[in-house]
């Protein structure tokens, strides 16, 4: 468990103006144990949504082109970045050494028992494991996490502790919601990992996004067209 502290000017900036999400929210003193995740999508969403990384409102992506169902909530945990110290981690793994970190928040898929209708929102969220995914050469990390406090997910400590079909769900998810027709994308899931390992690779993202943006002046010109994945 870290020892983190908003900057208090940050807090301030945040009573008056809405926070960018990715930048003004913090994970939260007890991460990355209990993490304040950013949910962009929830199950019954038809149209990808992700956040422009600019203004940091939602917007659409793409429309689903097949009938994917998305699993559980979906979306990003803030102050961090998938950069060289995430790719560091997968290239140890895989055994690849021309695997990139992918630029992007680390993602993060939330189980929850409600059906929660809307995104644009923050949960407290406990990881439980996750899927180290390829996509190309881009780590694109999927941290699966529990709502805290959840009747139903809230007491799963590891992802093992999850039902196979709920895991399988996941996999196949991630495996085929880039697809377009005609033109498949190649992405492979290597590993699933366990809560310790989670840890490890949201605190390397955490680290990443502190050596990326220590200092933020650079951040429109240099991030602002840059797609998320």
């Given amino acids: ?71 559980a909530l979906y979306g990003f945990i803030p102050q961090t970045l998938c950069d060289n110290d995430v790719a560091a981690i997968a290239i140890k793994a895989t055994d690849r050494d021309d695997i990139l970190g992918d630029g992007d928040p680390l993602d993060i898929c939330i189980l929850a028992e409600k059906s929660i209708t809307h995104g644009n929102i923050l949960v407290d969220a406990i990881p439980i ?5 390829i996509d190309g050469n881009q780590a694109d990390d999927k941290i699966i996490a529990v709502l805290k406090d959840d009747a139903v997910y809230g007491h799963y400590k590891e992802i093992e502790d999850c039902p196979e079909l709920v895991v399988t769900r996941l996999k196949h998810y991630f495996l085929t919601y880039k697809d377009l027709p005609g033109n498949s994308r190649n992405c492979e899931i290597t590993h699933i990992y366990d809560s310790t390992e989670a840890k490890i690779v949201i605190n390397a993202s955490l680290d990443d996004y502190r050596k990326k943006f ?13 797609k998320r994945s």
């Fill in 1 to 71: 468990m870290t020892d983190r502290v908003m900057d208090p000017i940050a807090r301030l900036m945040g009573l008056r103006y809405k926070s960018h999400p990715w930048h003004g929210i913090d994970v939260g003193p007890l991460s990355p144990d209990i993490l304040t995740a950013f949910v962009e999508m929830v199950t019954t969403d038809t149209v990808k949504y992700e956040i422009d990384k600019v203004s940091g409102y939602l917007k659409i992506d793409r429309p689903q082109k097949y009938s994917n169902v998305l699993p």
């Fill in 129 to 133: 494991g996750g899927f180290r995914m």
């Fill in 214 to 226: 220590d200092s933020l002046d650079s951040i429109l010109t240099e991030y602002g067209m840059m």
